[in-house]
């Protein structure tokens, strides 16, 4: 017997379906929706069948679970935009409903038969899958990383990487590209978060000569700069709602206008974005657009962070130093018994930019070979509540936000009346943050704000992310 996980949302009568599958030798479990399926989990199911468009997203979206299910298409559309869309997110077979069953009986049986043998294949030949060029790291959460890279790499799928600040995700980015046909063209990478929220859409789209105050000439954007080839839209989180609806149109459409002029023309760029935070969740409260998360969501890569690769860490310091030592002239350079007990014990709210910079200084100062613990300059003491002039925060204080586990009580997505001191109570460095910058924003603008606590802007903006603290518009304007 097979089993079979369906995920029903009308394309077929069930009780038929049930009954096609049974004589098939297949026990099939129905469910309603995609949070249903992630409920109950993947294991122990060999296909997945389910319906194009299912009430809570895209059949599409369960390509990219953490399973090795392939997955059935089943829709009572025939459009060949969905179809190919379907094939490019790497579904396994499309099935127009209703069906012949002696059709489906035949794609069934072939998708079984290629998932085992793959299966098989995989088993015997690759055991550890090999970190990709310029990563360290082989902990079973990097190895999974990786062979997801090695697999989305050559299909034209939108991936979307999640992640801590500095896991790594531009490195993830750029790794996909390179393994990528793509290779030999441009790789556009864009910070939504840098750029002013009234520059984004004309930077990534271009404009036309007189489109807006100060379009002195007509300009190409970002995404055409990026022709055949890759656009890496970071902290896609931040993109305002304008720039996100024309964004879904080029997915969709491979189609892009520039501000200002009425003709569409065709562009050949694949999208790959990143973020550390909840995309999904932010659909709830109208922060992102639910069709666009959808669109970007088909293959998902999640970056574990430092603490949570094991061994991992110990071997990229060493790889780390072993780069400073040469580049200060400084052959021999090595880190004390104490030092490597310290590095092993600390968080890591900055994950690898953090031990870079941390490995940076101690080569820089180190006086004689070797490093101790006060070279390394790491405050073993620092912790989340007295973090707060650390250049580099961690957005999220466990491991971040998994969409099938409870929200973390002090997670980036909380919001900011959520955080509002307690009269009662003490107040902390959090709210004290908090306070500040509400009361302060309307006058001074961000980077008067970072100075006077003490802080960088990034860090400001990092803080601002994980307490929800809406940016004042009027100020922000004037400061960037
Ligand atoms: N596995 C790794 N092995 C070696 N170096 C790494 C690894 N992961 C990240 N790095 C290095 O750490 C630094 C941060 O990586 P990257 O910029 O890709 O992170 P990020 O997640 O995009 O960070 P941010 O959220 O701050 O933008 C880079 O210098 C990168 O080369
Ligand atoms: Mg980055």
């Given amino acids: 017997m097979r089993n079979i ?250 189609e892009i206008r520039r501000i200002g002029s009425n003709d569409a023309h065709r562009v050949n760029v694949r999208l790959v974005a990143a973020t550390h935070r909840d995309l999904k969740k932010l659909t709830t409260n109208g922060g992102f657009r639910p069709d666009l998360y959808y669109r970007i969501n088909v293959v998902r890569i999640d970056l574990p962070s430092l603490k949570q690769r094991g061994n991992d860490l110990l071997e990229i310091a060493e790889h780390l130093l072993e780069k400073a030592a040469i580049r200060h002239e400084k052959s021999g350079l090595h880190l004390s018994p104490e030092a490597i007990q310290v590095i092993n014990n600390y968080t890591w709210p900055g994950n690898v930019r953090e031990l870079e910079n941390v490995i940076e200084r101690a080569a820089i100062m180190c006086e004689g070979l070797e490093i101790n613990t006060d070279t390394l300059e790491i405050d073993t003491e620092l912790n989340e509540s007295n973090h707060f002039n650390a250049e580099i925060l961690t957005p999220f204080t466990g491991n971040y936000l998994d969409l099938q586990q409870p929200v973390h009580a002090a997670s980036n997505e909380t919001s900011s009346r959520d955080h509002m001191p307690d009269p009662a109570g003490e107040l902390s460095l959090e709210d004290y943050f908090q306070r500040f910058v509400l009361e302060n924003q309307e006058h001074m603008n961000e980077t008067e704000l970072a100075k006077k606590l003490g802080i960088s802007r990034k860090c400001l903006w990092e803080r601002r992310q994980r307490l929800a603290i809406p940016r004042n518009k009027t100020s922000n304007k004037s400061s960037d």
Avoid at 47 to 66: R, Y
Avoid at 165 to 186: F, V
Avoid at 213 to 219: D, E, F, L, P, V
């Fill in 5 to 254: 996980l369906v995920i029903e949302g009308g394309a077929a009568d069930e009780s038929s379906l049930a009954s096609t599958l049974t004589q098939l030798d297949c026990t099939p479990t129905f469910v309603a929706d995609i949070a249903e399926a992630k409920r109950l989990g993947f294991n122990g199911f060999q296909l997945l069948i389910c319906d194009l468009t299912l009430a809570d997203g895209l059949g599409i979206e369960l390509v990219s679970q953490q399973h090795s299910c392939p997955v059935i298409i089943l829709s009572k559309t025939k459009d060949s935009a969905s179809i190919v869309e379907a094939m490019r997110a790497g579904v396994a077979d499309y099935i127009i409903s209703p069906f012949v069953e002696a059709d489906f009986s035949a794609a069934l049986e072939r998708v079984l038969k290629k998932s085992a043998a793959e299966q098989t294949e995989t088993v015997s030949a690759d055991p550890q899958a090999e970190p990709l060029l310029g990563m360290i790291g082989s902990s079973e959460s990097m190895q999974t990383v990786y062979s997801r890279v090695r697999k989305a790499a050559p299909t034209r799928s939108t991936i979307l990487i999640r992640g801590e600040t500095g896991t790594g995700k531009e490195l993830i980015a750029r790794a996909i590209h390179d393994a990528s046909d793509r290779a030999d063209k441009p790789f556009i990478a864009v910070n939504c978060a840098a750029i002013p929220e009234t520059l984004i859409e004309a930077e990534l789209f271009g404009h036309e000569k007189g489109a807006f105050t100060g379009a002195a000439s007509k300009r190409s954007g970002l995404i055409e700069a990026a022709e055949g080839g890759t656009l890496f839209l970071d902290e896609i989180g931040e993109l305002p709602s304008e720039a996100q609806a024309r964004l879904l149109r080029f997915i969709q459409e491979s």
